[in-house]
Every structure is written in C-alpha cells, then in structure tokens.
C-alpha cells in the first residue's frame, strides 16, 4: 500500500525532444506528489510537485500530469537540454498516509544527448 | 555553511568499527530525517524525528542508532555492520507536517569491508 511504482528505469531523449517519466501509487491518503532531481554527487533536490486538486502543474519546462482516478503521474520535460541529465524520483506522502514521511519511487536515469 | 552539510562524505570501515555519521542543517527546520539511497533501489526512509523527537522508526537494524540533540543537529551512530549496509546515506530536513519540501544533504558514500 505503500509503494509507489515508476518507469522507465533509463531514458534517453535526444536534446529538444520530450522526456516523460511514469509514477504509478496505491495508497489513497496519499496528497502530495513531488519530483526530485539528482545528479552525481549530490543529494536530490525537489523539481516540482502537485497536489492532487489540479490535474497539471507547469513550471517553465518542467510539467506534472496527475490522474487521481488512476493514481498516476507524470513528469514531462519539454525542450530536454543535456543539463538535464540526472536521475529523477517521484515520491508522495500524506497526513494520513504518513506525515512527513516520503514514499519514493525506484528513479529514473534521464541521458539527454546532443 | 547553508542548506544541509553531512561529513564525513565518504567513509569505509571494518565490521567491527563504530563510527558516527554528522549532518547539520542551517535552514531553521524543525524536522531531520535518515536516508539510505542503494543501487537500482527507492530512497529508503530509515528514521524521522520531529522536534528532536524521533516519530518514524522504518525497521531499521540496531546496529544503526540515532541521535538528535538538537533540531539542527543528527547523527547515525553504526557499529558492527553489514557489507549490505554499503551505500550512501542521505540526510535532509524539513519544516515539520506534511507537504514540505525536504531538503537533502549531499549524503554519505559508507563502505563497508
């Protein structure tokens, strides 16, 4: 109940194509959907997130998709460039479904190329 | 130093050491948290603590023990582990409740040999 399933494991997107990542839950109490980006080296940092009253959130080329009938999200990146090559991981959380206790997906390895 | 620092940054050790991992956050959050990031696995949510106290214990060995003496301060104390206890360990911090953002540490890369 409290998984959250993502795909692909590994993208690769040629540059100005578009990237989309898959995020699929089960657990209901969840209401807070946020992606996280993480390059080598580095913890990951939060991209974008949504909560499950909207069904998009854009925010310059980064847009969340969220289908609350599905229990599913979505993360597109428009216009890739090769600085965004990194893993990204969805995660979620809720009141009831754990506080502030994030449930994160498996990631994905995003390669943009030239 | 801003946002969330963790040393050391890499770290190996024997099966019977003990050693303390050190993370600190400059952010003013009242809530610090534990991760375990391994290979083609989700972030591993070890341990929460809110208000210095600790409210989310996942399961975790005792071989791995917290401590949080204050809201800007957390350390995993280890001792006898494992070599599947290699991986990088990340703290991160956040105001408490849910919805917050969660800020990361740049984590520690623990060998164990």
């Known amino acids: 109940q409290q998984q959250v399933k993502q795909s692909p494991q590994s993208l690769i997107v040629q540059k100005g194509g578009i990237s989309i990542i898959n995020c699929a839950y089960e657990n209901t109490a969840f209401d807070y959907f946020p992606w996280y980006q993480q390059f080598p080296g580095k913890g990951p940092a939060l991209l974008i997130a949504i909560r ?14 969220f289908n609350k009938s599905a229990k599913q999200f979505s993360l597109h990146i428009m216009d890739s460039q090769p600085g965004d ?10 009141e009831s479904g754990g506080g502030n206790k994030l449930t994160f997906g498996t990631g994905t390895q995003l390669k943009v190329e030239l | ?31 610090m ?11 591993e949510l070890m341990f929460v ?43 991160a911090s956040s105001h408490a409740g849910p919805g917050y953002e969660q800020y990361f540490g740049p984590g520690t890369r623990l060998t164990v040999t």
Not at chain 1, 85 to 94: E, P, R
Not at chain 2, 1 to 22: C, D, F, W, Y
Not at chain 2, 51 to 66: G, W
């Open chain 1, 52 to 65: 499950p009253d909207v069904s998009e959130k854009k925010e310059g080329r980064f847009t969340i998709s």
């Open chain 2, 33 to 43: 948290y534990w991760y375990k990031q391994s290979a083609k696995k989700p972030l």
């Open chain 2, 1 to 31: 130093e801003t946002g969330v620092t963790q040393t050391p940054r890499h770290l190996v050790m024997g099966m019977t050491n003990k050693k303390s991992l050190k993370c600190e956050q400059h952010l003013g959050h009242n809530a």
């Open chain 1, 85 to 94: 090559s990194a893993t990204y991981f969805c995660a979620a959380s809720g």
């Open chain 2, 49 to 91: 603590y809110n208000f210095k106290e600790q409210t989310e214990n996942n399961s975790v060995p005792s071989r791995f023990s917290p401590e949080c003496p204050n809201s800007s301060h957390l350390f995993l104390h280890l001792h006898t582990l494992q070599p599947e206890d290699s991986a990088l360990y990340l703290c």
